[in-house]
């Protein structure tokens, strides 16, 4: 039995995992990151069963790095789940009013509740969270508007849990990046390792970028690599296309060339591309990217 293509190592997941349960009894409103790129392969299989009953407010980040169109059809998808999402760009501040407004409304209902009951109102306590590198330390600072987070590309970096006053209104759990203990579902799992959303797991770069090149090529996105490298992929697989790819352009060096490829993509040098689209949405986006 082979293993799977990528691992993590769910050690520090259980212990973050049972810190942030037991947080989660002390806040209010849950706000959820996810990448808007891969907004359901960024979905924690337990949030439903976390957040319960508490306020959510789901937050699609680098809204920068998918197109327009891809922006329009998952806000009409979420919406009908009853759930409208926000979309921000934490690396340069873009749509951070809006959650700290939907946080706020969560607040002011949560102390019309306390008045009612004769209490006195008192901040709304807020909680980030979502997977490790999905952007949620910019986030925070951009809602703190100081750098009280530490914020690196690499994954997992937030390990602590911690309170910030965001203002009088608003306090704020900084949560490490969760992760599911367990990911059977590999596609999901290959492209949260495209997206670099996956803290410390172990996979292989040369399987990560030839996953990259189908799915592209699948979405009808072929362009973005003949544009960016001067090689067509049509009639290659995403395995040939990379292994031709080294032998044209970086003297055959097939890793380094898998690199550069999830380099690129993660930096949006290849353009703005969604990984995925809702549902029902996934032919029509094919056949109208191919039309």
């Not at 550069?260 to 949006?268: A, P, T």
Request: hydrophobic share 40%; glycine share 6%; net charge positive.
């Amino acid at each position: 039995m082979t293993s799977p293509a990528i691992q993590w190592y769910p050690g520090h997941i259980a212990k973050a995992e049972k810190a942030l349960r037991e947080q989660l009894k002390l806040v209010d409103v849950v706000l959820e990151v996810r990448d808007a790129r891969i907004p359901l392969a960024t979905e924690h299989p337990q949030i439903n069963q976390w957040v319960g009953s508490k306020g959510r407010v789901l937050v699609l980040n680098r809204l920068d790095m998918v197109p327009q169109s891809a922006r329009q059809q998952w806000t009409e998808w979420f919406q009908a789940q009853g759930q409208p999402p926000l979309f921000t760009d934490a690396q340069h501040g873009k749509g951070i009013d809006a959650v700290t407004k939907a946080a706020q409304a969560v607040g002011e209902s949560m102390n019309q509740r306390r008045r009612d009951r004769g209490m006195l109102p008192r901040p709304v306590r807020a909680v980030v969270i979502g997977f490790p590198n999905v952007g949620k330390s910019a986030l925070i600072n951009r809602l703190l508007k100081r750098r009280v987070v530490e914020s690196a590309r690499r994954a997992g970096i937030t390990r602590q849990l911690r309170w910030v006053r965001i203002s009088d209104q608003i306090e704020l759990l900084d949560a490490p990046g969760v992760l599911p203990s367990r990911l059977t579902n590999q596609d999901a799992a290959f492209k949260l390792a495209i997206c670099d959303d996956i803290g410390e797991a172990a996979y292989d770069n040369q399987r990560v970028a030839s996953s990259l090149i189908d799915l592209l090529k699948q979405l009808n996105h072929e362009d973005a690599l003949l544009n960016r490298y001067d090689f067509d992929p049509a009639d290659k697989t995403g395995e040939g296309y990379l292994h031709g790819l080294a032998q044209q352009k970086y003297q055959d060096d097939v890793e380094r060339t898998a690199c550069q490829i999830l380099n690129d993509f993660r930096k949006g040098n290849l353009g703005a591309i969604a990984l995925e689209y809702p549902p029902s949405n996934e032919v029509s986006h094919q056949t109208e990217t191919s039309g």
